[in-house]
């Protein structure tokens, strides 16, 4: 199964809007709406911020917002803020027990 | 409050074998699929293995497999990953994650060295 395609790094300014894509196929991405995303803090484990594409756990802020269409989902970060530099992961269902990861994505605050 | 401990990494040596376990709470242990994620040092997210609710289906990626073995005892409520024939390749922090619902344990790091 081959991975996700994240861009390798986005930037943007505090209160400014980044969005990060996650391309994939019709055999994961675009066949379940089964996308999540991660974020990861240097030395630390992944944190949840969007599962079934568009759906936030308790504690996210509402500024963290998934969409998906077609082949590629996109995690957007509205009114970005310092504590929100960090790596990113998508991540999808790919039939039976499969799920695949994009490789990431560092954003910096500027 | 869920919660996904994981144990038992350490130091190997190359052809060694190690087992991990992670113990669960917080949520039906035995209806969930439960999943093991690594990442080496500097890399990103790699799926390793999945075990259904029952454990009665496994799921291993290729690189991992005939090596590893995942099961689960939900008397206990836990995860196990028995690796062996271990590989440079294969250190890295193993996460214990249930990837529908977003949840995941700290990780447990697994070095591979002489």
């Known amino acids: 199964q081959s991975a996700l395609t994240q861009p390798r790094s986005v930037s943007g300014s505090p209160g400014q809007s980044v969005t990060i894509s996650c391309t994939g196929t019709s055999s994961d991405v675009g066949g379940y709406n089964y996308v999540s995303w991660y974020q990861q803090h240097p030395g630390k484990a992944p944190k949840g911020m969007i599962y079934?594409?568009?759906k936030r756990p308790s504690g996210v802020p509402d500024r963290f917002s998934g969409s998906k269409s077609g082949n590629t989902a996109s995690l957007t970060i509205s009114g970005l803020q310092a504590e929100d530099e960090a790596d990113y992961y998508c991540c999808s269902y790919a039939g039976g027990y499969t799920w695949v990861f994009g490789g990431g994505t560092k954003v910096t605050v500027l | 409050e869920v919660q996904l401990v994981e144990s038992g990494g350490g130091l190997v040596q190359p052809g060694g074998s190690l087992r991990l376990s992670c113990a669960a709470s917080g949520f039906t242990f035995s209806s969930s699929t439960i999943h093991w994620v690594r990442q080496a040092p500097g890399k990103g997210l790699e799926h390793v293995s999945a075990?259904?609710?029952?454990?009665?289906?496994?799921y291993y990626a290729n690189s991992v497999k005939g090596r590893f073995t995942i099961s689960r005892d939900n008397s206990k409520n836990t995860l196990y990953l028995q690796m062996g024939s271990l590989r440079a390749e294969d250190m890295a922090i193993y996460y214990c994650?249930?990837?529908?619902?977003?949840?995941w344990g700290q990780g447990t790091l697994v070095t591979v060295s002489s």
């Open positions: 079934d594409v568009i």
């Open positions: 994650a249930r990837l529908m619902f977003g949840d």
């Open positions: 075990v259904s609710s029952d454990g009665g289906t496994t």
